[in-house]
Structure formats: structure tokens, C-alpha cells
């Protein structure tokens, strides 16, 4: 890939609304994915492999639990603080934040805020440092977009829980060390368990052939009569509002991430089409060129006022779940958008590796499927504001 010249879009200075922590955490974690991002991760994604040497950097800037305590080894920085790291992550790979949000918000927020103090103290420290990676099962073969009818389950067999069942789409699951798995118990029940590997019956082969997210390993969890000790259910929250719960915080941090795609795919566009010349001119001359220009700084704009607002709201715990649902299908919509016509203003360079935007549309076709679809955010939208659920 060119040397990674992004110059951050701020058409309406938002920067001074930012605090000097939100500016500096900004600014450290930008400076990390010029350092150690931009410059591999076309290679990694051309050969669909996750890079691990990744994991010790980013543990390293906080982005592995950044809002979790600092008692239990997370960065204990702000929701905006937060939302900031993810959007300069994903300004470099969509897969590299997914890695970041797995670990974050679905992974050690469920152990800090649904596990016990042991369990706190045994995996959250252990998380935040990469010396865990950690994986979050909810989706299964039959059941996506409705995840309360998992079939997944566990029984209680007196000294320990025996736990069947699969789930599919599972990102860094070919190597995670532990996975929060969503299951039934026999009532019907959902918990949150926590499964180690090297448990017996415990296997996460992988998925191959995917056109986005390739920096990212995507696999299964399978359990085959998996014996999994009583003290690894997570105790203080249970049914399908907590895993639900935990999507909330991913969903957040996506928000931010997408907008971090969108103005790496408007910056690379905005500089070439001023120095590509056809007829005699820069392209950027032309009305058609600059008409998609317009529209997606007007768009960027607009997204980072929507979750810079969330994101006050989130701190103070004044965030509801369809305010969050409407930052995700937004951001991620226009990121997607943008990317499709940045990559037609490159014309035969948009489609090589030579420019990160091809790598960021496919990316944000993943994007837009997880942590809910375009279509399933859109309807808990149309819930919110008529009162009536089109679900059921
Ligand atoms: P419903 O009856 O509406 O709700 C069941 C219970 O959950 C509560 N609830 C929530 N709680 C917290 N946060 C939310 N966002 C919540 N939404 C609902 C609700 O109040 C209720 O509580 P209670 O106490 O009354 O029982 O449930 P439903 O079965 O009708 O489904 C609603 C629906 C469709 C919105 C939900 O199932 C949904 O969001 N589906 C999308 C599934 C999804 O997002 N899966 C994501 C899998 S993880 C993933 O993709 C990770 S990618 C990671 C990466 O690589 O970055
Ligand atoms: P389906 O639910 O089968 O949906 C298919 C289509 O039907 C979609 O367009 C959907 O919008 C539409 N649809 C469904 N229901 C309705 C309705 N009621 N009304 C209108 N339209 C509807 N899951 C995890 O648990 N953990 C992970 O770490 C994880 N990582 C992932 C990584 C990648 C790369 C991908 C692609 C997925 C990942 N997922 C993960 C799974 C992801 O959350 C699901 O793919 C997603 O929730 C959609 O489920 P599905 O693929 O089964 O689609």
C-alpha cells in the first residue's frame, strides 16, 4: 500500500469539543495505526490472516477493555475516550477494531459486569494485557437475527454443567483462549458461560473463503458434551437481555469505527481526485466528482456530530439501545456509500491494493450484517418511535 498520508476530515472543528485526554487518546492511537497498521495490513488481508503481532500494541494503547476499570488492568477512560480509539482502529481495518471490540465489549464487559469478583480478578486483567484473546458466541447456524431461539444448552449435572450445541460466525474464534458462550439451561433459560480452550468436546475450527473482513479470523465454537466447571456462569444476569446488553457497547464502538472507514475512503479520494488529471485538468475540476465529495464530507459531518452526541449521553448513562441501533445503521450506511463512490473516483486504482478502499468496502459489507443488520436496526427504529414491534 502508498504511505499512509490521512489527514482526519473536521469540516465543523468538532476537535473543540473534544477534551485535551479525548484528544490525546485520538491522537496516540492514530499514530499506532500509521505506525503499525497501514503499513502491513494489505498483505495480511491479501492472504486472509489475521496479525497477531497486533495484539501486544493494542493492548499496550488501552484498546483492549478501554472503559473497563484500571483495577482490573482496563485504560478506565470515557465512553468518547473509547469511541475515538475505535474509529482510528477502524480508519486502518475494520477487522483489526473487530478484533478490539470482541475483546472490549463482548468478552471483559460481560466478566466485569455480569461475572462475580473472581472472575473478574482470574480473566479481566489477563484480557486487557493480550495474553487472553477472547471470543463471544451468540449466533448460530439457525439462529442469527433472532438469537433467543438458540438451541444451544446446558444441563446442570450436579458438580459441573455439561454444554452442547454450535455457533457459527465467530470472530477470533480459530484462537481465542476463551469465549463467552450464550446458552439454555433446562428451563429454557439464557446464561452467559465461560468456556477455556483445552476443555474436552471444546473445538473452533475455522471459516475460510471470505471476501471481507480477510484480517480477521472468523470460525465456529462447537460443544460436544463439554464439561465446564460451576463457577464459570456468569451469575448476576441472565435471559436474552444480557447478551443484548453487550451488544449495546459493540454496536457503540462500531458507530465510531465506521466513521473512521468513511474518512479514510473520502481522505484518499479528496487527494487523488487533486492529482489525477483526465482532460486536461485535475478530476477534482469536474462537477461530478466534486458533487460526491460534497456529499460525503456533508455526511461524515453529520455522523460524527450523531456520535460525538451519543457518545455525552452514553457517559452519562443516559444512552438508550435504539439511540445506539440508529448510530450503527447510520454510520455504517454512510461509510458504506462513501466507500462504493471513493472507489469509483479512483477509477482502475480503486480496485488494488495500492489504496485501502476496496479493503474498507468489503470490509463494511460485514459491517453492515454484524451486531445486527442494516434492516434488523432499522426495525427496532420503527419499534421505538410507534411503539408497535414488527418482530413478532
Ligand atoms: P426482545 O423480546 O425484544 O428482547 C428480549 C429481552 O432483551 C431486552 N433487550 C435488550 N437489552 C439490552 N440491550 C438491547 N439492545 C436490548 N434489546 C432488547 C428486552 O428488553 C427483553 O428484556 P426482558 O427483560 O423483557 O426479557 O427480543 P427479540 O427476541 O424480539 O429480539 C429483538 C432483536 C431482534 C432486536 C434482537 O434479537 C437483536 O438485536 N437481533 C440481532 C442479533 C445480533 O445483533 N446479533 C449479533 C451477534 S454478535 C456479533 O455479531 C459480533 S460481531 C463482532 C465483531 O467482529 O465486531
Ligand atoms: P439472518 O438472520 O438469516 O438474516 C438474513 C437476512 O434476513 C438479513 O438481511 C436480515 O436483515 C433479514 N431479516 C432477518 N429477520 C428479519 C425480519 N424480522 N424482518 C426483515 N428482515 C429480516 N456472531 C456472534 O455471535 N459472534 C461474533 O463474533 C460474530 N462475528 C461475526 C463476524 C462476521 C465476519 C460475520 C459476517 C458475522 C459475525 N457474527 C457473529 C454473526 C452476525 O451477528 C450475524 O451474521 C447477523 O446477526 C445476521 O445473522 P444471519 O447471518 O444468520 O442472517
Given at each position: 500500500?502508498?504511505?499512509?498520508?490521512?489527514q482526519?476530515?473536521?469540516?465543523?472543528n468538532?476537535?473543540?469539543?473534544?477534551?485535551?485526554?479525548h484528544?490525546?487518546v485520538?491522537n496516540?492511537t492514530?499514530?499506532?495505526v500509521?505506525?503499525?497498521?497501514?503499513?502491513?495490513?494489505?498483505d495480511?488481508?491479501?492472504?486472509?490472516?489475521f496479525?497477531k503481532?497486533?495484539v501486544?500494541?493494542?493492548?499496550?494503547?488501552?484498546a483492549?477493555?478501554?472503559y473497563?476499570?484500571?483495577?482490573?488492568?482496563?485504560?478506565?477512560?470515557?465512553?468518547i475516550?473509547?469511541?475515538?480509539?475505535m474509529?482510528e482502529?477502524e480508519?486502518?481495518d475494520?477487522?483489526?477494531?473487530?478484533?478490539?471490540?470482541?475483546?472490549?465489549?463482548?468478552?471483559?464487559y460481560?466478566?466485569?459486569?455480569?461475572?462475580?469478583?473472581e472472575?473478574?480478578?482470574?480473566?479481566l486483567p489477563?484480557?486487557?494485557?493480550?495474553?487472553?484473546l477472547g471470543?463471544?458466541?451468540?449466533t448460530e447456524?439457525?439462529?442469527?437475527?433472532?438469537?433467543?431461539?438458540?438451541?444451544?444448552n446446558f444441563k446442570?449435572m450436579?458438580?459441573?454443567?455439561l454444554?452442547n450445541?454450535a455457533?457459527?460466525?465467530?470472530?477470533n474464534?480459530?484462537?481465542?483462549?476463551?469465549?463467552?458462550?450464550?446458552?439454555k439451561?433446562?428451563?429454557?433459560r439464557?446464561?452467559g458461560?465461560?468456556?477455556?480452550r483445552?476443555?474436552?468436546g471444546?473445538?473452533?475450527?475455522?471459516?475460510?473463503?471470505?471476501?471481507?473482513?480477510r484480517?480477521s479470523?472468523?470460525?465456529?465454537?462447537?460443544?460436544?458434551?463439554?464439561?465446564?466447571?460451576?463457577e464459570?456462569?456468569?451469575?448476576?444476569?441472565?435471559?436474552?437481555?444480557a447478551?443484548l446488553?453487550c451488544?449495546?457497547?459493540a454496536?457503540?464502538?462500531?458507530?465510531?469505527?465506521?466513521?473512521?472507514?468513511?474518512?479514510?475512503?473520502?481522505d484518499?479520494?479528496?487527494?487523488y481526485?487533486?492529482?489525477?488529471?483526465?482532460?486536461?485538468?485535475?478530476?477534482?475540476?469536474f462537477q461530478?466528482q466534486?458533487?460526491?465529495?460534497?456529499?460525503m464530507?456533508?455526511?461524515?459531518?453529520?455522523?460524527?456530530?450523531?456520535v460525538?452526541?451519543?457518545?455525552q449521553?452514553?457517559n452519562?448513562?443516559?444512552?438508550t439501545?435504539?439511540?445506539?441501533?440508529m448510530?450503527?445503521?447510520?454510520?455504517?450506511?454512510?461509510?458504506?456509500?462513501?466507500?462504493r463512490?471513493a472507489?469509483?473516483?479512483?477509477?482502475?486504482?480503486?480496485i488494488?491494493?495500492?489504496?485501502?478502499?476496496?479493503?474498507?468496502?468489503?470490509?463494511?459489507e460485514?459491517v453492515?450484517?454484524?451486531?445486527?443488520?442494516?434492516d434488523?436496526?432499522?426495525?427496532?427504529?420503527g419499534?421505538d418511535?410507534?411503539?408497535?414491534?414488527?418482530?413478532?
Open positions: 500500500m502508498a504511505s499512509d498520508l490521512f482526519s476530515p473536521d469540516y465543523y468538532i476537535d473543540d469539543l473534544l477534551s485535551e485526554e484528544i490525546l485520538r496516540a492514530r499514530d499506532w500509521k505506525k503499525d497498521v497501514s503499513p502491513i495490513i494489505e495480511y488481508a491479501q492472504k486472509a490472516e496479525p503481532q497486533m501486544a500494541g493494542l493492548a499496550e494503547i488501552g483492549f477493555g478501554p473497563i476499570p484500571q483495577e482490573y488492568g482496563g485504560a478506565g477512560l470515557d465512553q475516550s473509547y469511541g475515538l480509539m474509529q482502529i480508519r486502518g475494520s477487522g483489526v477494531r473487530s478484533t478490539c471490540s470482541v475483546q472490549s465489549s463482548l468478552v471483559m460481560p466478566i466485569y459486569a455480569y461475572g462475580n469478583e472472575q473478574r480478578k482470574k480473566y489477563k484480557l486487557a494485557s493480550g495474553e487472553f471470543s463471544f458466541g451468540l447456524p439457525d439462529f442469527g437475527s433472532n438469537p433467543g431461539g438458540m438451541v444451544t446442570d450436579g458438580d459441573h454443567y454444554l450445541g455457533k457459527l460466525w465467530i470472530s474464534a480459530p484462537f481465542c483462549d476463551v469465549a463467552v458462550v450464550w446458552a439451561n433446562e428451563e429454557g439464557i446464561h458461560l465461560i468456556v477455556e483445552g476443555m474436552e471444546f473445538s473452533t475450527p475455522e471459516t475460510h473463503g471470505k471476501w471481507s473482513l484480517a479470523a472468523t470460525g465456529e465454537l462447537v460443544f460436544s458434551n463439554v464439561k465446564i466447571p460451576k464459570n456462569l456468569l451469575p448476576n444476569k441472565s435471559g436474552l437481555g447478551p446488553g451488544l449495546d457497547s454496536r457503540y464502538g462500531i458507530a465510531w469505527g465506521a466513521l473512521g472507514a468513511a474518512m479514510d475512503c473520502y484518499t479520494a479528496l487527494r481526485s487533486k492529482e489525477r488529471v483526465q482532460f486536461g485538468r485535475p478530476i477534482g475540476g461530478l466534486q458533487k460526491k465529495l460534497a456529499e464530507i456533508t455526511e461524515i459531518t453529520k455522523a460524527q456530530l450523531l460525538l452526541r451519543l457518545g449521553l452514553k452519562k448513562g443516559l444512552a439501545s435504539a439511540q445506539i441501533s448510530a450503527k445503521r447510520n454510520n455504517v450506511d454512510i461509510a458504506l456509500k462513501i466507500a463512490d472507489r469509483q473516483m479512483l477509477g482502475g486504482m480503486g488494488t491494493g495500492e489504496f485501502p478502499i476496496m479493503r474498507h468496502m468489503m470490509n463494511l460485514s453492515v450484517t454484524y451486531e445486527g443488520t442494516h434488523i436496526h432499522l426495525l427496532i427504529t419499534m418511535v410507534t411503539g408497535i414491534n414488527a418482530f413478532t
